[in-house]
């Protein structure tokens, strides 16, 4: 099983297919607008900026989970993204993390990589690294800046060329 196995959407509601992602780096996120944490979008973006053209792919998914913390609907969080943090990676439909309706891509995450004490989702900005075939390679807690996981991003694309 690999990432690109499975489907997701975009907040226009259109299909976002994953197998295009293919032979890239991913870094896997899932976002809120309204966090403590959201400041990091910039950090994300600028990873976005100085790496897409080496094989980086940011992916955004919007979560309400935590305390209501993403208030946008699916038609208005990619403005508020791009005007309140100048977001321009890709960002999914809001979906859940954790729980019996959590999306089938995030149980797969916490499946590969599991979480200090357990394998939930505990809170926004949750990160995931996944090589260019698909696999997960290293999970990041909330806190942990996009800056501190450059090194790693480096590190799997240099194996792109």
Excluded at 9 to 23: E, R
Excluded at 70 to 86: D, H, I, Q, R, S
Excluded at 89 to 106: M, R, S, Y
Excluded at 141 to 156: C, L, M, N, Q, S
Aim: one cysteine or more; hydrophobic letters at 35%.
């Amino acid at each position: 099983m690999s990432f690109y196995n499975f489907e997701i959407k975009q907040p226009n509601g259109q299909q976002l297919n994953l197998n295009d992602f293919s032979g890239k780096v991913l870094l896997v996120v899932n976002t809120a607008t309204r966090c403590g944490l959201s400041p990091q979008f910039k950090a994300l973006e600028k990873l976005h900026q100085t790496y897409r053209d080496k094989g980086l792919v940011v992916l955004g998914f919007p979560c309400s989970q935590f305390m209501n913390q993403e208030p946008e609907t699916n038609e208005t969080l990619v403005e508020a993204c791009k005007t309140n943090y100048g977001v321009t990676f890709q960002l999914t439909e809001k979906i859940n993390v954790n729980g019996h309706d959590a999306h089938p891509i995030f149980k797969f995450l916490k499946k590969e990589k599991g979480g200090f004490l357990s394998s939930s989702i505990k809170w926004n900005f949750t990160k995931f690294l996944i090589s260019s075939e698909g696999k997960v390679l290293r999970r990041y807690a909330p806190t942990t800046v996009p800056e501190k996981i450059e090194k790693d991003i480096i590190k799997e694309l240099k194996k792109l060329s």
